[in-house]
């Protein structure tokens, strides 16, 4: 009989903590964490919560972690044009490529939750993995014999997947830059729409026209600041944000909004938020718990904003519960977007980079333009490198300036902002070398590059050779 209720015992503990975990993995909850398999990236960390967001399928396998890779990060390969693209793994002609690196799926490279083999990009491979393929790569190119094969991608020559600013073409078209070009102007800051562009009507507003019922109106320092502001000059009074176009009655007011009202005109801006790691716990389809319709024990619950005491990088300690939102930048009511420009960024960052900024040569020009000395579009602040400048044009064939705002996105890997940003002021090789030097860009570029990258030094004597030949035919 002792038997039989121990039995009982067990097998009701064994269902129920069975039960349990189930419910835990599909819907969520608090104690999701336990089931964390080892320490996130730096890409993901943030997000480690919402375990969907990469296991789309809780039994789809390595095509549901596929699906999870290419949703985030799908736009961005293309944008890349990606040198590795998953459409030439899938070409039988290169099976036998596949049978030493299956490059078809994301995680061949890029294991999740292995810390202890987790390379820089989030590589979990050896870094000699370009040998796999590439093995007899100087029998074509000379110059790369005798280099050891985990040099391929940590000399500053190439990248897996983007290498837009490394293509030979591209180095041998701008490997004679100067340093410094002649003329030092960050592209699109004087841009002006073309003069037969259509423009929207706006009437500027001021502060008597600010049409917040009385008992919404809040400080006087609102609206002062609202009048100021390059909302009220482009004629959006204080309904155009507090009051949801899809809402449920006609009073309806929202006391602070948040992002998806942002989304409403900055459509743009707000999508490319989530995408960075500023923004990206915002990111719609994100959750940590969802409701269940048996027990009810589960809510639908998201991902609360990114705080600086969920980063890995150093921040100050006053903000560390500082939720992060458009506001939180721009700050509500003032937009004010000099501010959002750098004063935002030192609120909260505290690594050396970020503190070298005040002392650096491209701060220099911010203080030069705004004395007058130098002309509008001088001056080098956080927002010039990390959220550039972009010409787009929308539904209706409208030319206009956008401005990312994933801050992260020309950063993997760095050579991406040579063609964003750096171009537009610095020569080719004086950039890359830049970028290759880690001691240079934790002083925030006080000095000249102590390292050199020699991609450009062998294509010069590849155009010099062809030129001999040439001259020999």
């Known amino acids: 009989m002792r038997n039989k209720l121990l039995w009982l015992v067990w097998i009701t503990a064994t269902l129920m903590g069975g039960g349990a975990v189930a419910a835990t993995m599909h819907y969520g909850g608090d104690f999701r964490s336990v089931f964390l398999i080892g320490k996130t990236t730096s890409g993901h960390h943030q997000i480690e919560m919402a375990c969907d967001a990469c296991h789309t399928d809780m039994f789809g396998g390595i095509d549901a972690l596929q699906k999870g890779c290419v949703t985030c990060h799908g736009d961005e390969l293309k ?35 292995q810390p202890g083999i987790t390379n820089a990009m989030a590589v979990t491979l050896p870094t000699d993995y370009c040998a796999l393929c590439h093995q007899d790569i100087a029998k074509n190119r000379p110059s790369h014999e005798g280099l050891a094969f985990d040099t391929c991608g940590n000399s ?51 502060a008597l026209d600010a049409d917040a019922p009385a008992a919404h109106r809040g400080a006087l320092k609102h609206t002062a600041d609202w009048a100021a502001s390059g909302h009220a000059a482009a004629g959006v009074n204080c309904s155009g944000c507090h009051q949801p176009r899809k809402r ?44 269940d319709d048996f027990l009810g024990l589960f809510e639908d619950k998201g991902l609360p904003p990114m705080t600086p005491a969920l980063a890995r990088l150093p921040m100050k300690d006053d903000v560390h519960a500082t939720a992060l939102t458009c506001n939180t930048c721009h700050g509500a009511h003032k937009y004010d977007v000099k501010f959002a420009q750098v004063d935002a960024c030192e609120s909260c960052h505290a690594d050396d980079h970020t503190k070298a900024f005040r002392m650096s040569p491209h701060n220099s020009l911010v203080d030069r333009e705004a004395s007058g000395d130098l002309p509008k579009g001088s001056g080098v602040t956080c927002a ?10 929308d539904d209706y064939g409208t030319e206009k300036v ?11 890997p760095n050579e991406k902002m040579i063609r964003t940003v750096c171009a537009d002021c610095h020569g080719l090789r004086f950039t890359i070398d830049a970028l290759a030097d880690p001691a240079l860009i934790k002083n925030n570029f006080k000095g000249k590059p102590a390292h050199h990258v020699e991609s450009i030094d062998w294509v010069e004597n590849r155009m010099r050779e062809r030129a001999r030949r040439q001259q020999q035919q």
């Open 402 to 412: 956008f401005v990312t705002h994933n801050q992260n996105d020309n950063l993997r």
């Open 79 to 113: 944008a890349a044009n990606d040198s590795h693209p998953r459409s030439k793994f899938i070409d039988p002609r290169n099976a036998d490529r596949v049978a030493v690196l299956d490059a078809r799926y994301c995680v061949t490279c890029h294991r999740e939750h």
């Open 384 to 393: 010039t490198c990390h959220m550039p400048k972009h010409l787009v044009r």
């Open 248 to 291: 449920t009655r006609p009073d309806e007011w929202v006391a602070a909004p948040a992002a998806k009202e942002c989304a409403a005109c900055h459509t743009a801006e707000a999508k490319t938020f989530t995408e960075g790691k500023h923004g990206m716990r915002q990111r719609d389809g994100l959750w940590v718990s969802r409701k």
């Open 156 to 206: 500053g020559c190439h990248n897996f997947h983007d290498n837009r600013a490394l293509y030979e073409d591209f180095l041998e078209k701008r490997h004679g830059e100067p340093d410094f070009k002649e003329v030092l102007l960050v592209a699109l800051s004087n841009w002006t729409p073309p003069a037969d562009q259509p423009k929207p009507e706006r009437k500027a507003l001021r």
